[in-house]
C-alpha cells in the first residue's frame, strides 16, 4: 500500500511549502473559476488571451508563494518548538495574516473592483476547503517527521482536521457576526473602502482573512499530527 513517509524537514522547506501552496490556491482557484464562468454575465469578460487568465494566474501565483512562506514557516517555526494543536493554531494565525496581505490587494482592489458578477459564498468558501485540505495533506508531514503512513489514510485525516477546524471557525464566526447583528452587504464594505482608501482596506481584509484561515489551518495540522500518532 502507498505510503507517506515523513522525513525531517529539509533545509529547502521555504520551496515545499511554496509548491504546497501553490498547489492548494491552484486547485481552489480553479474550481472557483470552473463555477464562476457558469454564472450570466461572466463570459462578458476577456477569457481569452486576455487579462482575465493573466490575472488568475497573477493572483495564484502570488497568493500560493505568500500563503506557503507565511502560514508555511510559522507552523514550522512552532512545530519545532514543540508546539501541538493551539501553539499550530495561534502560528498559523499570525503567518496567515502576514500571508493575506499580497492577495489581500490583487483579489479585494484588483478583483473586487471589476463590473462583473459575485462568485457566490457557497463557491468561495467551497474553494477555501479544497485549496485548505490540499495544503493540510501537503504540509503537515514536515511539521511531524519520523511518521509513516498510508496516502489515503493521510488524505481522508487531512480532510477531516480541514473540514473539523474551518467548520469551527466559521461557526464561531457566524454566531458572532449574528450576535453582534453585523453582517456586512456589499454597500456597507463598499462604503467602507471609500472612507478609507481602497488600499488600506484591501490590506486590512487580506491580514484578517489570513489570520482566521491561517489559525484555521494550523489547527488543522495539529489536528493531523493528534490523529497520526
Partial sequence: MPTL?????????????ALAGLLAITLGALLCTSRYV???????????????PLAIALFVLIGGI????????ATLFAARRGARVPGLLLAGAI????????????????????????AGTANILGSLLL???TFVALWSPQLFP???RPLLLHLGHAAIASVIS???FGMIAWSLVRTLGWVPSFHALADAAQVIGLLPFSLSC???????GGAAIGAACGLVGRMSR
Fill in 95 to 118: 503567518g496567515g495574516a502576514l500571508a493575506g496581505l499580497a492577495p489581500g490587494v490583487l483579489g479585494i482592489a484588483g478583483f473586487g473592483s471589476l463590473h462583473a458578477p459575485y
Fill in 146 to 148: 519520523h511518521r509513516e
Fill in 131 to 133: 485549496g485548505a485540505i
Fill in 38 to 52: 457558469a454564472l450570466p454575465g461572466a463570459l462578458e469578460l476577456d477569457w481569452g488571451l486576455g487579462h482575465m
Fill in 206 to 212: 487580506g491580514a484578517l482573512l489570513g489570520a482566521i
Fill in 5 to 17: 513517509s515523513s522525513v525531517p524537514a529539509p533545509r529547502a522547506w521555504s520551496l515545499r511549502a
Fill in 166 to 168: 474551518i467548520g469551527a
Fill in 66 to 73: 505568500s500563503v506557503g512562506m507565511g502560514i508555511g514557516g
